[in-house]
């Protein structure tokens, strides 16, 4: 990353070029910039500009290719070029404005190793030090030419960097047997050799050019040669200072517009030339603590006032001031402690080259004067992560952050601990939280002790750069565990049986279900009533399957008995159909009534006195009652019939039996019945030519018909209401009946038919219908019909004219095909056949089916005999294509028998099928269950088959597929009237479908900007919507919303659009907070709405 202060200076890359291309003409020099080489490497001149006192050094890994290693560079005024010293055939061109690259492959045929970059002016010379070729880049254009006319006695595979001259590029000779240097001129390449002078070794890196002569630097020879470029000629120096040895070597110089530095490899100190005299002067006067024999320079630059020398082993950047001669040393080691080959100066930093950019492709060294590091560390991932908790320990870990200035090794971590949740930035660390310890460099780890057992703490990380700037972390909460404990029951007393035992432990905060007297235990005289903490029931009660909360301590509770009560009396009498005289009263035993003739039948619930009391109930000397639960259907002949209700107390002593006397009608106009009858029995075979229809528990015969049919080679069972007689008996019943029409037969297809008027009479009773078939059932609100709605749409008819059709049936052939199909192309299971619910209307040829609905209605499907029910993952929806939608899906048991509950706000072909997912990422990871839940429901998709990549933004898009295909919605229809969604976008159809049902609104503009992320709070907004599709409460006051969400700090961040949505979210649990704010205008994850929206499901009970 480049920081600010030095995006501030691309004004000045920008007059850096205009010096390269103007003030630059051959031999000809502007004199307010400074020449800009080290003998290896030669750029453009650059205006002074020194560094200053203060420097820093940052490291940029992922700027050169990998395996891709550059001796030097050279500058061209506004970028900086390498070439590889490997055999690779590639260039990279350097942008140290963004610090990004380029990299440019060679001519075929070039593969030369390049030591030495020389910029011209116009082109760039990479200077071979293995290979065959020189090579010219022309800086505009990117071409590569390849020169390889050397002359006799030359090598073309041992040079070491080179000096151009305003008209010739002259390449130093690195030895190996190499005595000619080769002079090139740069406008057509044309090459010529020129000897050394006798007796001097070829062994020389780099050359400079002192805007009058070239100057060969000796590498380990004992003498600099000095180039005239008119003719060629060549002249020794060695006139070194007096306590010098010749034995060390020289890796370049560099000219600073009057003297040449020599940059000292091996060499003890560095040589000052003055080439105007051949004097040469000895600077070791090495900064305190400085030890040259543990630092080798390869390579430096001049900065207008200061030469700098760069090391290569030792990690001590050394600048000389060339006016006083003063040194001072810089650790520029970093994180990684590099080595270096080259140095570029672009005017306003230094770049070092490293032999390879698998350990550091560049670093920057720039001016960091003081408060010049104003931007704090970057935490790209805040998220801390509890591990390795014990009762008084917890291990902390987290991502490190990173700094433009301070090297990231260098940056110091500090926890902060606190009890409550206000530990959220620098600040509230600082004022509120406990430091653990002190800053510490370069950690990503802490353990924190001392901790107490069972107790919730909140921890957060502090980062520091050197320059005191400061980031925070996200805070977590953390929760110890506590020593386990244990729950024993005592009988207190008791005379027989055995107390439950519970083998479990528990930790503090965990719920214990208490057990029942599973161990049947007796106190003669007593009766057992549960539990209590205390053995003289002075403590807590706990009833049996109650919730009790472990602390830290264990727990035993004792057996709470109760004297065997004389109590005999009823606390409430009801017959259904049957208004009793004198109205009950538990002191009252004796009543009467009389019913019409058509009460034929009537039910009986009795409640004990005492809700407590063990008393029992028996009706008419046999058939025993259950305390508030209706009995079966008693008769009633025509005239007298008695109903007795006997009463027994828990002490099995005490009787007392009520007597209703029930007198019913004879028929009127009809012939009389013939006797009484014996008095009163439990039920009536139903008679022959009708159908059992089941109103509110009661079965109600005559009611309905069936007749059996067949077609298309499946069996049916049409059941037809008579409306007449339904809307009669509804009459006698309260608001929201439930209509039960039982199927036992195994017929492929059920079909329940009633006419318009008796749907309307159900209605007006907010009746629910509910089919129930060996196949599955069909929960259906009759207001769901919209009947009178419908008879508007067919031209106002009588509602007794229009026919109501609900069914149930077995998929056909053509429809069990496609399934497979489908599931065979998307790689899942079938777990039951595809079953057909559907619903029409249809009035004098014209039917109209009913494909949605206004709320989620319910139906089951029973799984096949022998059938898994955990391997049904959920029910998808068959379209006419082939294609498929998740609907909500969950499996409950019943009498041993397992069925799919089914919510949809539409009618299809439903089938139940099993397909797990997994993802590889998310090991591990906080949201793994949600996802994995989610993914195989079909309402998320992975990013691809093992990632899903949790903790990515989501986008607008992506966010309204998931929760329509969560609704259970076909993603499939028109465009939305966005002015950005088009038909062959993926997402159109859910965006349409969510538009449909006012879920998303889209921008003011009729936009919907699918790919942009959604925040937090848009999320929230709709999943609200969401909530009330699903049937849950979302209605907040607005002094409501502001007393739920005043735990939330950041509260006032919230939009006023979306401060409702968020309390119905919170006050629903949806929406968890600890106090550490709902971050609205923070981009929500894939992770975090995979959760959210199984919230929603959960809490709406459409999944489980």
Request: glycine fraction near 10%; proline fraction near 5%.
């Given at each position: 990353?480049i920081?600010s202060?030095m995006k501030?200076?691309i004004?000045?890359f920008?007059?850096?070029?205009?010096f390269?291309t103007?003030l630059?003409s051959?031999n000809?020099?502007?004199?307010?910039?400074?020449p800009?080489g080290?003998?290896?490497?030669?750029s453009?001149?650059v205006?002074p500009?020194?560094?200053?006192?203060?420097?820093?050094?940052?490291?940029?890994?992922?700027d050169l290719p990998?395996?891709?290693?550059a001796?030097?560079?050279?500058f061209d005024?506004?970028?900086?070029w390498f070439?590889?010293?490997?055999?690779?055939?590639?260039i990279?061109r350097f942008?140290p404005?963004?610090?990004?690259?380029a990299?440019y492959?060679?001519?075929s045929g070039i593969?030369?190793?390049?030591?030495?970059?020389v910029?011209?002016?116009q082109?760039?010379w990479f200077?071979?030090?293995?290979g065959?070729?020189?090579?010219?880049v022309?800086k505009?254009?990117g071409t590569?030419?390849g020169?390889?006319?050397w002359?006799?006695g030359?090598?073309?595979s041992?040079?070491?960097?080179?000096?151009f001259?305003g008209?010739?590029l002259?390449?130093?000779?690195?030895?190996?047997?190499?005595?000619?240097?080769?002079?090139?001129k740069?406008?057509?390449?044309?090459?010529?050799?020129y000897?050394?002078?006798?007796?001097v070794a070829?062994?020389?890196?780099?050359a400079?050019?002192?805007e009058?002569n070239v100057?060969l630097?000796?590498?380990?020879?004992?003498?600099?040669?000095r180039?005239?470029?008119?003719?060629?000629?060549?002249t020794?120096h060695?006139?070194?200072?007096?306590d010098f040895?010749?034995?060390?070597?020289?890796?370049g110089g560099i000219?600073?517009?009057?003297?040449?530095?020599?940059?000292?490899a091996?060499?003890?100190?560095?040589?000052?030339l003055?080439?105007?005299?051949?004097?040469?002067?000895?600077?070791?006067?090495w900064?305190d603590?400085f030890n040259k024999a543990q630092?080798?320079?390869f390579?430096g630059a001049f900065?207008?006032?200061n030469i700098?020398f760069t090391p290569?082993?030792?990690g001590?950047?050394?600048?000389?001031?060339k006016?006083t001669?003063e040194?001072k040393?810089?650790d520029?080691s970093g994180?990684?402690?590099p080595?270096y080959?080259?140095?570029?100066?672009d005017?306003q930093q230094?770049?070092?080259t490293?032999p390879?950019a698998l350990?550091?492709?560049?670093?920057?060294?720039s001016?960091?004067?003081p408060?010049?590091?104003?931007?704090?560390?970057?935490?790209a991932?805040?998220t801390?992560t509890?591990?390795?908790?014990t009762f008084?320990?917890?291990g902390?870990?987290?991502?490190?952050?990173?700094d433009d200035?301070?090297?990231?090794?260098?940056?110091?971590y500090?926890?902060?601990?606190s009890d409550?949740p206000n530990?959220?930035?620098?600040?509230?660390?600082e004022?509120?939280?406990t430091?653990e310890g002190?800053?510490?460099?370069d950690?990503?780890t802490k353990t924190?002790t001392?901790l107490t057992?069972?107790s919730?703490?909140y921890?957060?990380?502090m980062v520091?750069d050197?320059?005191?700037n400061?980031t925070?972390?996200?805070?977590?909460?953390?929760?110890?565990?506590a020593?386990?404990v244990?729950?024993?029951?005592n009988g207190?007393?008791?005379?027989?049986g055995t107390?439950?035992v519970?083998?479990s432990a528990?930790?503090?905060?965990?719920?214990a279900?208490?057990?029942?007297?599973?161990g049947?235990l007796v106190?003669?005289?007593s009766?057992?009533r549960?539990w209590?903490?205390?053995a003289?029931g002075?403590?807590?009660d706990?009833?049996?399957?109650?919730a009790?909360?472990?602390?830290?301590?264990?727990?035993t509770?004792?057996?709470k008995w109760?004297?065997?009560?004389?109590?005999a009396?009823?606390?409430?009498l009801?017959l259904?159909?049957?208004t009793?005289?004198p109205?009950?009263h538990?002191?009252t035993?004796?009543?009467?009534?009389?019913?019409?003739?058509?009460?034929?039948?009537?039910?009986?619930t009795?409640?004990?006195?005492s809700?407590?009391?063990?008393?029992?109930?028996?009706?008419?000397?046999?058939i025993?009652?259950?305390?508030?639960q209706a009995?079966?259907?008693?008769s009633?002949?025509v005239?007298?019939?008695t109903?007795?209700?006997k009463?027994?107390a828990e002490?099995g002593?005490?009787q007392?039996?009520?007597?209703?006397e029930?007198?019913?009608?004879?028929?009127?106009a009809a012939?009389?019945e013939t006797?009484?009858?014996?008095g009163p029995?439990?039920?009536?075979p139903?008679?022959?030519d009708?159908?059992r229809?089941?109103i509110n528990?009661?079965?109600?015969e005559?009611?309905?018909?069936?007749?059996?049919e067949?077609a298309n080679?499946?069996?049916k069972?049409v059941?037809?209401v008579?409306?007449?007689?339904?809307?009669a008996?509804?009459?006698r019943?309260?608001?929201k009946?439930?209509?039960i029409?039982?199927?036992?037969?195994?017929?492929?297809?059920?079909?329940?038919?009633?006419?318009g008027?008796?749907v309307q009479a159900?209605e007006?009773k907010?009746a629910?219908?509910d089919?129930?078939t060996?196949l599955?059932?069909y929960?259906l609100?009759?207001?769901e019909v919209?009947?009178?709605r419908?008879?508007?749409q067919?031209?106002?008819?009588?509602?007794a004219d229009?026919?109501?059709r609900?069914?149930?049936g077995?998929?056909g052939?053509?429809a069990?095909a496609l399934m497979s199909?489908?599931?065979s192309?998307?790689?899942?299971?079938?777990?039951a056949p595809?079953?057909?619910?559907?619903?029409?209307?249809s009035?004098?040829?014209?039917?109209?089916?009913?494909?949605?609905?206004?709320?989620?209605?319910?139906r089951e499907?029973?799984?096949?005999e022998?059938?898994?029910a955990n391997?049904?993952t959920?029910?998808?929806?068959l379209?006419?294509?082939?294609?498929?939608?998740h609907v909500p899906?969950f499996?409950?048991?019943?009498e041993?028998?397992?069925?799919?509950?089914?919510n949809s706000?539409?009618n299809s072909?439903?089938?139940l099928v099993?397909?797990p997912?997994?993802?590889g990422d998310?090991?591990?990871?906080?949201?793994k269950?949600?996802?994995t839940?989610m993914?195989?429901r079909f309402v998320?998709?992975?990013k691809?088959?093992?990632?899903?990549?949790?903790d990515?933004?989501?986008t607008?898009?992506e966010?309204?597929?998931?929760?329509v295909r969560a609704?259970?919605?076909?993603?499939?229809?028109?465009t939305a009237?966005?002015q950005?969604?088009?038909?062959?976008?993926?997402?159109?159809g859910?965006?349409?479908?969510?538009k449909?049902?006012g879920?998303i609104?889209?921008?003011?503009d009729?936009?919907?900007r699918?790919?942009?992320?959604?925040?937090?709070?848009?999320?929230i907004?709709?999943l609200?919507?969401?909530?009330?599709?699903a049937?849950?409460?979302t209605?907040?006051s607005a002094?409501?919303?502001d007393?739920?969400l005043a735990?939330?700090?950041?509260?006032?961040?919230?939009?006023d659009?979306?401060?409702e949505?968020a309390?119905?979210?919170?006050?629903?649990?949806?929406v968890?907070?600890d106090?550490?704010g709902?971050?609205?205008s923070?981009d929500?994850?894939r992770?975090?709405t995979t959760?959210?929206?199984?919230r929603v499901?959960?809490?709406?009970?459409l999944?489980?």
């Amino acid at each position: 990353m480049i920081g600010s202060a030095m995006k501030r200076k691309i004004s000045v890359f920008i007059l850096a070029v205009l010096f390269a291309t103007m003030l630059w003409s051959p031999n000809t020099w502007a004199i307010s910039t400074i020449p800009n080489g080290n003998g290896v490497s030669q750029s453009a001149r650059v205006e002074p500009n020194p560094l200053g006192e203060n420097v820093t050094a940052k490291v940029y890994g992922d700027d050169l290719p990998a395996f891709f290693t550059a001796y030097g560079g050279a500058f061209d005024g506004r970028y900086i070029w390498f070439g590889d010293m490997g055999l690779t055939g590639r260039i990279v061109r350097f942008d140290p404005v963004t610090a990004t690259s380029a990299t440019y492959n060679l001519p075929s045929g070039i593969t030369s190793g390049f030591i030495g970059t020389v910029f011209d002016g116009q082109n760039i010379w990479f200077i071979p030090n293995t290979g065959g070729k020189l090579v010219k880049v022309d800086k505009d254009t990117g071409t590569a030419t390849g020169y390889d006319g050397w002359p006799a006695g030359a090598s073309p595979s041992h040079f070491m960097g080179g000096a151009f001259d305003g008209q010739y590029l002259w390449l130093a000779p690195s030895g190996n047997g190499s005595s000619i240097v080769v002079r090139v001129k740069v406008s057509d390449g044309t090459m010529t050799g020129y000897p050394l002078p006798v007796g001097v070794a070829g062994s020389f890196f780099g050359a400079v050019y002192d805007e009058q002569n070239v100057w060969l630097i000796p590498n380990g020879g004992n003498a600099l040669v000095r180039i005239n470029p008119a003719d060629g000629t060549m002249t020794t120096h060695s006139n070194w200072p007096a306590d010098f040895t010749t034995t060390g070597s020289f890796s370049g110089g560099i000219f600073d517009g009057e003297y040449i530095w020599l940059i000292p490899a091996g060499a003890d100190r560095i040589i000052r030339l003055d080439p105007a005299t051949n004097t040469m002067t000895g600077y070791n006067n090495w900064p305190d603590g400085f030890n040259k024999a543990q630092n080798m320079y390869f390579s430096g630059a001049f900065d207008g006032q200061n030469i700098w020398f760069t090391p290569f082993i030792g990690g001590q950047m050394l600048k000389l001031d060339k006016a006083t001669g003063e040194m001072k040393s810089y650790d520029i080691s970093g994180c990684s402690n590099p080595n270096y080959f080259g140095t570029v100066f672009d005017g306003q930093q230094l770049w070092l080259t490293s032999p390879s950019a698998l350990s550091a492709a560049l670093t920057r060294v720039s001016t960091a004067g003081p408060g010049s590091d104003t931007g704090a560390p970057v935490v790209a991932n805040g998220t801390l992560t509890p591990s390795s908790l014990t009762f008084s320990s917890a291990g902390l870990s987290w991502a490190k952050a990173t700094d433009d200035i301070t090297p990231d090794c260098k940056l110091e971590y500090l926890v902060y601990r606190s009890d409550s949740p206000n530990i959220s930035t620098v600040s509230d660390m600082e004022t509120n939280g406990t430091a653990e310890g002190a800053f510490a460099a370069d950690i990503a780890t802490k353990t924190v002790t001392g901790l107490t057992p069972g107790s919730t703490y909140y921890f957060n990380v502090m980062v520091k750069d050197q320059s005191g700037n400061k980031t925070a972390y996200t805070m977590v909460p953390v929760t110890l565990p506590a020593p386990t404990v244990t729950l024993s029951y005592n009988g207190n007393g008791h005379t027989g049986g055995t107390e439950p035992v519970d083998g479990s432990a528990y930790s503090n905060g965990q719920s214990a279900s208490v057990a029942g007297n599973s161990g049947s235990l007796v106190k003669e005289g007593s009766v057992f009533r549960g539990w209590n903490t205390s053995a003289d029931g002075s403590g807590t009660d706990y009833a049996p399957g109650s919730a009790l909360t472990m602390g830290l301590a264990n727990v035993t509770l004792y057996a709470k008995w109760e004297l065997l009560s004389s109590e005999a009396r009823l606390g409430s009498l009801a017959l259904s159909g049957v208004t009793l005289s004198p109205a009950f009263h538990s002191d009252t035993a004796a009543y009467s009534a009389s019913v019409g003739y058509d009460t034929r039948s009537t039910t009986v619930t009795a409640t004990v006195y005492s809700q407590q009391s063990s008393a029992s109930l028996e009706l008419n000397d046999g058939i025993v009652l259950t305390s508030g639960q209706a009995s079966g259907p008693v008769s009633l002949a025509v005239g007298k019939n008695t109903v007795n209700v006997k009463v027994t107390a828990e002490d099995g002593q005490t009787q007392l039996t009520y007597t209703v006397e029930i007198t019913r009608e004879e028929e009127s106009a009809a012939s009389p019945e013939t006797g009484s009858g014996p008095g009163p029995v439990v039920s009536v075979p139903p008679k022959e030519d009708g159908f059992r229809v089941i109103i509110n528990g009661q079965p109600q015969e005559q009611i309905a018909t069936a007749v059996k049919e067949s077609a298309n080679g499946q069996s049916k069972l049409v059941v037809t209401v008579d409306v007449d007689k339904l809307t009669a008996q509804l009459a006698r019943e309260g608001d929201k009946p439930t209509v039960i029409i039982p199927v036992s037969s195994g017929e492929d297809i059920v079909s329940a038919v009633l006419s318009g008027a008796a749907v309307q009479a159900m209605e007006n009773k907010q009746a629910v219908l509910d089919i129930q078939t060996p196949l599955g059932s069909y929960t259906l609100p009759a207001a769901e019909v919209f009947i009178g709605r419908l008879s508007e749409q067919v031209g106002q008819v009588q509602l007794a004219d229009m026919e109501v059709r609900v069914e149930i049936g077995k998929s056909g052939e053509a429809a069990a095909a496609l399934m497979s199909e489908a599931a065979s192309k998307g790689g899942y299971v079938l777990s039951a056949p595809p079953v057909d619910f559907t619903v029409s209307v249809s009035y004098k040829g014209t039917t109209l089916t009913i494909e949605k609905f206004s709320t989620y209605v319910k139906r089951e499907i029973a799984l096949p005999e022998g059938a898994d029910a955990n391997k049904v993952t959920t029910a998808l929806v068959l379209h006419a294509d082939g294609t498929t939608h998740h609907v909500p899906t969950f499996v409950t048991s019943r009498e041993g028998k397992s069925y799919a509950v089914i919510n949809s706000l539409t009618n299809s072909t439903y089938s139940l099928v099993w397909s797990p997912k997994t993802f590889g990422d998310m090991e591990g990871h906080w949201a793994k269950a949600a996802v994995t839940d989610m993914a195989s429901r079909f309402v998320v998709n992975g990013k691809s088959a093992s990632s899903f990549a949790p903790d990515a933004v989501i986008t607008r898009a992506e966010f309204a597929a998931i929760v329509v295909r969560a609704l259970g919605l076909s993603d499939t229809g028109e465009t939305a009237a966005f002015q950005d969604v088009s038909d062959k976008d993926w997402y159109a159809g859910s965006a349409a479908k969510a538009k449909e049902y006012g879920l998303i609104d889209g921008y003011e503009d009729g936009t919907f900007r699918p790919d942009r992320s959604i925040t937090r709070q848009e999320a929230i907004v709709i999943l609200s919507r969401a909530m009330k599709l699903a049937g849950l409460e979302t209605s907040v006051s607005a002094g409501q919303a502001d007393a739920v969400l005043a735990a939330f700090a950041d509260r006032q961040e919230l939009a006023d659009w979306a401060k409702e949505a968020a309390a119905a979210m919170v006050r629903g649990g949806l929406v968890a907070g600890d106090g550490t704010g709902l971050t609205p205008s923070a981009d929500i994850t894939r992770a975090e709405t995979t959760t959210m929206v199984q919230r929603v499901l959960k809490a709406a009970k459409l999944i489980d």
